[in-house]
């Protein structure tokens, strides 16, 4: 079992920033593929960005690819979201996502069976 938590959210002005962390408690023994998706209202989860077991790759959605950035540091057994020039659009819930049964990052969330309790970002124009 992988338990994630989530923080770092808030409210925060288009074009300002705001870094998101997730720590994972229970099964750290060894890394694994991690990722964030997102949940607007109305709209459904939808993948954001994903970091392989060492770190050494990573993967980003169209939407936020040269505004984001993943990151890990599996010495705290955490993994990072830096988002930048933010945008009314990105505002959403945002969920960490642990994937210790795949070897490659994934960007379907029916590859991640552990999830977090999902964190509010609200950008407002």
């Known amino acids: 079992q992988v338990q994630l938590v989530e923080s770092g959210g808030g409210l925060v002005q288009a074009g300002g920033s705001l870094r998101l962390s997730c720590v994972a408690s229970?099964?750290?023994?060894?890394?694994?593929?991690m990722g964030w998706f997102r949940q607007a209202p109305g709209k459904e989860r939808e993948f954001v960005a994903s970091?392989?077991?060492?770190?050494?790759?990573?993967y980003y959605a169209d939407s936020v690819k040269g505004r984001f950035t993943i990151s890990r540091d599996s010495a705290k057994n955490s993994v990072y979201l830096q988002m930048s020039s933010l945008k009314p659009e990105d505002t959403a819930v945002y969920y960490c996502?642990?994937?210790?049964?795949?070897?490659?990052?994934?960007?379907?969330?029916?590859?991640?069976?552990?999830w977090g309790q999902g964190t509010q970002v609200t950008v407002s124009s």
């Open positions: 996502a642990a994937a210790p049964g795949i070897d490659y990052i994934s960007t379907r969330s029916t590859d991640y069976p552990y």
């Open positions: 229970g099964r750290t023994g060894s890394t694994f593929p």
């Open positions: 970091i392989s077991r060492g770190g050494g790759y990573s």
